[in-house]
């Protein structure tokens, strides 16, 4: 049993963190050690050239800066409007939650690139194409299916006394919501707003089709041009962007992590 | 009592008022777009400005039933999803196990095994890229000093081997979602029971079989479904990796009708595959959680 375990770890190690490892050390090296037919595990001096040259390259600050901030605040309304939501789901047991669980499976099923490009008309129709209003409206509704999932567990887990005691002292829901709910399911929040980040950050369909122009691109679609047609001989550049991208998420997960993996059980645990 | 019942319903209001934006966001984008797709299966819609949109019945679906293709990818679609939920199911449960003893030195391994979660599919696309490289790519370095004569190999650009790659690739990206809940489950494992187990002289895999699976069962089987119909239309991906390396006949059906749609304009068409391709699923998920629900009941 122990022989399986040491196996097991060095094994699940190198699975995971091989790729890893080759993406940062491609990333430190010069072009020629990068098609070098050596294995060369990691370059001896560490050349930052690909990355000043990812930085450089048009359009990378910009689709960073739009990624960042746009994840930032669709994370911020996902987890505002998940609370009310997910608490008049867990409250009301006639129609409203069975609507509301209805559309969150349905929503699941129903592959999402199929109803896109109804969805571009209804955009062009509006005006809401190649807006950022627009994205951050479909981030934020994409979000919304596991979000209320999760948010659930949190909300069911909520005492009833004490929704009721708030009730009969005459406050209203909102205010029930306000001083009563959101305080005690605040690990819930937690963890959806990490969701809701991560998820925006690394989402790619929605800029694929609904953001156009070098000015409106995000880290994701850059990163997708880079792979296409200009992108193959330049895994230097290519490398040092993808490292880039990922440290936010990667930070954002590893210092919320404890937090994200316990918040989780305990949402699900008790309910 | 019918009197408090109905203040708490009015307090309530005040909720459900400030969710109307919402609801009408989500039938803006989310209920409005279904519709129209499944509407739009019914007729001869191309693209094309001002092109005349009639109402063909069944003709999407008749022509479907006679779309080799279409079956050809259905079916690849079909041992993908199977087989890579499998491989993420058994290897992820693995991880939790491991990750489980609690050992200090098994967080560089959590931290690691939970990473892909964080990245973007392009960024996963890259690496695996750069990793599977015929001529820089390390296999094929440590391959060719080893001196095997096909030292040259290419993970993504044979087709009998772009397979095999594609499922490696999707078991390391998306594994981390099965480690998690396993992990989430197996920390609420009754520790007395387990101990006594081993107390009682239990070997690691009878308490495997008898403990810890059936224990997982519960959490596991819903998260397998879920995975099963996620991962046939797993579109991203597929979608990025294939954009660089298309394969013949290697296009999951969710590619498939997304090609009909912006490649080829058959919006009809590429309409009622996604409609057929959501039914499926739909039959599939509601088959596997009925019988989990029977068993649970029972």
């Known amino acids: 049993m122990k022989t399986l375990r040491v196996i097991g770890t060095v094994f699940f190690t190198i699975f995971f963190g091989l790729p890893l490892f080759w993406l940062v050390s491609t990333s430190l090296k010069q072009e020629l050690q990068i098609g070098s037919s050596d294995l060369i595990w990691f370059p001896t001096k560490p050349d930052w050239a690909n990355y000043s040259e990812a930085v450089n390259r048009s359009g990378i600050l910009v689709a960073a800066w739009n990624s960042l901030w746009m994840s930032a605040l669709s994370a911020f309304i996902t987890t505002a409007v998940t609370a009310p939501a997910a608490y008049l789901v867990a409250q009301s047991r006639g129609w409203f939650s069975k609507v509301a669980t209805g559309w969150v499976l349905s929503s699941q099923v129903f592959p999402s690139i199929l109803t896109v490009f109804p969805l571009f008309l209804i955009y062009v129709k509006i005006g809401l194409f190649n807006t950022f209003t627009g994205a951050i409206i479909l981030y934020v509704i994409f979000n919304l299916p596991f979000s209320l999932w999760l948010q659930r567990g949190f909300v069911k887990n909520v005492p009833t006394e004490i929704l009721e005691a708030g009730r009969i ?103 | 009592m019918t009197k408090r019942i109905s203040t708490i319903k009015n307090q309530d209001r005040s909720v459900k008022i400030l969710l109307f934006p919402l609801l009408v966001l989500i039938i803006l984008v989310s209920t409005i777009p279904i519709i129209l797709s499944i509407m739009a299966s019914f007729t001869d819609w191309v693209a094309g400005i001002d092109v005349d949109i009639n109402f063909n019945g069944l003709a999407n679906y008749r022509y479907m039933l006679t779309d080799m293709q279409f079956f050809a990818s259905f079916k690849l679609g079909l041992i993908w999803s199977i087989l890579v939920t499998l491989l993420t199911t058994i290897m992820g449960v693995c991880v939790a196990l491991l990750l489980n003893q609690n050992k200090r030195y098994m967080f560089p391994l959590k931290l690691l095994a939970l990473s892909p979660w964080a990245m973007s599919p392009p960024a996963i696309a890259v690496i695996w890229i750069t990793l599977m490289n015929v001529n820089s790519g390390p296999f094929n370095i440590i391959l060719r000093k080893l001196n095997v004569p096909a030292g040259e190999i290419g993970f993504l650009e044979d087709p009998t081997l772009f397979f095999p790659t594609l499922l490696v690739i999707g078991a390391w990206a998306l594994m981390p979602m099965i480690t998690l809940s396993a992990l989430a489950s197996l920390k609420i494992l009754s520790r007395e029971l387990s101990e006594a187990m081993d107390i009682d002289g239990v070997t690691p895999l009878q308490k495997l079989r008898y403990l810890i699976l059936p224990h997982l069962r519960p959490v596991l089987v819903p998260l397998f479904a879920l995975n099963l119909i996620w991962n046939f239309g797993a579109f991203d991906l597929i979608y990025v990796i294939l954009g660089s390396f298309p394969p013949p006949n290697s296009e999951i059906p969710i590619v498939f009708a997304f090609r009909q749609a912006f490649k080829y304009g058959q919006f009809g068409y590429a309409s009622a595959l996604g409609v057929t391709i959501a039914l499926f699923e739909l039959v599939l998920v509601y088959v596997i959680l009925k019988k989990q629900m029977r068993e649970s009941n029972q």
């Open chain 1, 169 to 271: 002292d005459g406050a209203s829901g909102l205010k029930v919501l306000r001083y009563v709910v959101f305080p005690l399911i605040l690990p819930g929040s937690i963890v959806v707003f990490i969701y809701a980040f991560i998820n925006t950050w690394n989402n790619f369909l929605v800029a694929t089709v609904f953001l156009q122009g070098n000015e409106k691109q995000t880290l994701t679609t850059q990163l997708a041009r880079f792979i296409g047609t200009e992108g193959l001989g330049l895994f230097g550049p290519f490398a040092a962007a993808t490292v880039l991208s990922v440290i936010p998420t990667l930070l954002l997960f590893i210092v919320l992590q404890r937090k994200f993996t316990a918040n989780l059980v305990a949402g699900a645990v008790k309910s």
